[in-house]
Every structure is written in C-alpha cells, then in structure tokens.
C-alpha cells in the first residue's frame, strides 16, 4: 500500500503524559499537513512541512504540540503533557507539487486522554 | 484567518431525495475542494474546481462554483443510503500558501 500511513491508530493515555504520533507520506510529496478532528467536525489546521521545513503553525498548536520532518520523508506530532481537551483525531495529509492538488490523507490516529 | 462557512450542518433524508449543501466564504477561492468522510476514515476527495462559474458531474453528484469564486454547492440526486458520511469543502485563497482550510462538514444521513 503506498497510501499515507499513521500510527498508532488509537492511543489511550493519561493526563500529563507525553505522546508521540508518526505518519508516512505518499514518498513523492513534498508537502505534508497535520490536521486534528473532532467528533462531527471538519479537520482544523495545525501544521505544514515543505520538504523537511515547517512552513507554518496555527495558534492552536500550542507549545505542547512539537511536530518533526527532518529528513522530509516521514513526520513525527508529539504531545507533551496531554490534556483531556486534547483528545481528538489527529490527521495527516501529503500533496504533491501541482498548485490544485488534493490533499491524501491517512487514516488518522484518535487520541484519548483520560 | 480566512472562514469558510458550510451548510446545514446536520442533514437526514430518504433513500431517493435530492438535496443540496453549500459553502460560502467572504473572501475569493483560488481553489475549492469537496471530500467525503466515513467514519473513522480520513477524507477523500471527491472534486475540485478553479474556474468561476465552473460546474462537475460525479454520477448523481453536481458541484457548481460561483462566478464570483467566493461560494460553491453540491447536490446530489437521489440519494442513496451509501452517500452516508460527512461532506467537507475545502478551500485555499490568494497567500494561504498551499494551506487548505476546512469547512465544518455536513454530516448526511440517507435513510433507506
């Protein structure tokens, strides 16, 4: 399969631990993106790596989010000190080089921290 | 920040009904997208559209682009209980730079 692949697909932590995500990209993108879902809503921007660079964070990326590409293949998302408002589906999505390209995205991994 | 707004949020209807759901920004789209999700899935593209007045044909599915680039619509023809899932537009402006925001989805319930 040579789709974005996530993982681990659900993890169960508790408050005030760390956690660390992993997606690998379709290996010819370029871009990659972190999005994170909530139940019944559309995903909510958090990331964009060109390459291996981090192009831009949204607000809600607080300093507790730290998202990685540094060899601009695969990417790591980690969570420090998890809240219990940080349980969501987080979402990764490559793109290739074409200005209106679609964004692939990957299964996800849901979070819940108790 | 630019707000893209989608609607209804919530839709139910019969297997055979035709309905219509509809994005709308304030700001012009360089380009939009439509994806659908299933549950516990991630979304998958279903169209895009670039040109102003634009109109694309997905077997029942119909995606017009306004002429002005600010809104677009889906309306799909009698619905069938696998269209179920949530509809999500997606769109980027002039210097998002390749960032693609999305709307808050329309979760469809087709009912047989």
């Known amino acids: 399969d040579t789709g974005v692949s996530q993982n681990p697909r659900h993890k169960i932590t508790k408050r005030g631990q760390n956690v660390t995500f992993r997606c690998d990209p379709i290996?010819?993108?370029?871009?990659l993106y972190w999005y994170r879902q909530t139940l019944g809503q559309g995903p909510e921007f958090l990331t964009y790596?060109?390459?291996?660079?981090?192009?831009?964070k949204s607000r809600l990326l607080s300093d507790r989010f730290s998202a990685e590409r540094p060899k601009g293949s695969f990417s790591t998302l980690e969570i420090q000190r998890t809240e219990q408002g940080d349980s969501a589906m987080y979402l990764c999505?490559?793109?290739?080089?074409?200005?209106?390209?679609?964004?692939?995205f990957g299964e996800g991994s849901r979070l819940t921290v108790l | 920040t630019q707000l893209l707004e989608q609607s209804p949020q919530f839709l139910s209807i019969q297997e055979g009904e035709n309905l219509t759901v509809y994005c709308n920004s304030s700001?012009?789209?360089?380009?939009l997208q439509w994806y659908r999700q299933e549950p516990g899935e991630g979304p998958v593209l279903l169209v895009t559209v670039v040109t102003g007045g634009e109109v694309k044909k997905l077997k029942r599915l119909t995606f017009q682009f306004g002429d002005a680039r600010k809104d677009s619509s889906l309306h799909i023809t009698a619905a069938q209980p696998g269209d179920t899932g949530l509809y999500l537009c997606?769109?980027?402006?002039?210097?998002?730079?390749?960032?693609?925001?999305f709307g808050k989805g329309t979760l469809l319930t087709v009912n047989p």
């Open positions: 790596f060109q390459n291996e660079a981090q192009l831009e």
């Open positions: 997606a769109g980027e402006w002039r210097g998002s730079n390749y960032k693609l925001t």
């Open positions: 290996s010819e993108h370029n871009r």
């Open positions: 700001s012009v789209f360089s380009s």
């Open positions: 999505a490559s793109r290739g080089g074409m200005n209106t390209g679609e964004l692939f």
